[in-house]
């Protein structure tokens, strides 16, 4: 309808509005109300173009990072508040869309057919001095557009990485890594040392194992994807109290 009304208003002076509108099939009070409204449209029209300037800056300075909800939150800080969905069809209409990551990776996959290491654990994450007790687990660390894998080793003693590797793939090479810098962090000798795990697919193989009896690791295997008790561990005093997974 609205062109309707565009066409007969440029056009009314060489064919008659009354003709037009006839033409057209509308009423000439409609149309009189739309051209009665122009001012108001052009100045919607231009707080659309005045917020659109300030969407453009708010995502040019972020690098393009922000979307729709984080880019409606700086507007709201800095201004009268704007519905989320006035932002995403500006965003739409410009071309400005957030950055986005890839979907998230399942990092812990279970080989039915491997054969499973014994829980030496039993959900008891403590250890009474260093290197009587390691965890591990494999996490995903956002870079850019892509995902890097990281594998750490963790002391249930001191609560410190005492080993880490990081790649681009979750082959068992990733964790052996991690085991064999933990190793290196503790002078080479760590005979008798627990290291607890899922049963994900790289701490099952036949090349982890190998790496642990190499240097006499015991391993022991919890629950799928539940090597650290999703990061909370068991302190002395019996409750579970949550601690920094990751203590550099």
């Not at 557009?145 to 080993?163: E, K």
């Not at 099952?204 to 909370?232: E, K, L, P």
């Amino acid at each position: 309808m609205t062109g309707r009304w565009r066409f007969i208003s440029d056009h009314h002076m060489e064919y008659g509005i009354q003709r037009l509108c006839r033409i057209f099939g509308v009423s000439r009070s409609g149309f009189y109300r739309w051209r009665a409204a122009g001012p108001d449209r052009a100045a919607r029209a231009a707080a659309e173009e005045a917020l659109t300037e300030r969407i453009r800056g708010i995502h040019t300075g972020t690098n393009g990072a922000y979307g729709v909800p984080r880019i409606t939150r700086e507007l709201r800080e800095s201004g009268p508040v704007v519905n989320h969905k006035r932002v995403a069809r500006l965003m739409r209409a410009a071309g400005i869309a957030g950055r986005h990551l890839r979907k998230g990776k399942r990092t812990t996959v279970q080989d039915a057919r491997a054969p499973k290491a014994p829980d030496l654990v039993k959900r008891d994450f403590t250890a009474s001095r260093t290197d009587v007790r390691w965890c591990g687990d494999i996490t995903y660390l956002p870079v850019g557009n892509a995902w890097v894998y990281l594998a750490t080793v963790i002391d249930m003693h001191s609560r410190r990485v005492v080993g880490w590797s990081m790649a681009e793939h979750m082959r068992a090479d990733l964790v052996i890594n991690a085991i064999e810098a933990a190793v290196a962090t503790r002078g080479g000798s760590v005979d008798g040392v627990v290291f607890h795990s899922d049963r994900g697919t790289q701490y099952t193989s036949d090349a982890f194992a190998a790496a642990c009896r190499r240097h006499g690791i015991r391993r022991s295997m919890g629950r799928v994807g539940s090597s650290y008790d999703c990061q909370s561990v068991r302190t002395g005093s019996r409750k579970d109290r949550v601690v920094p997974a990751v203590t550099v």
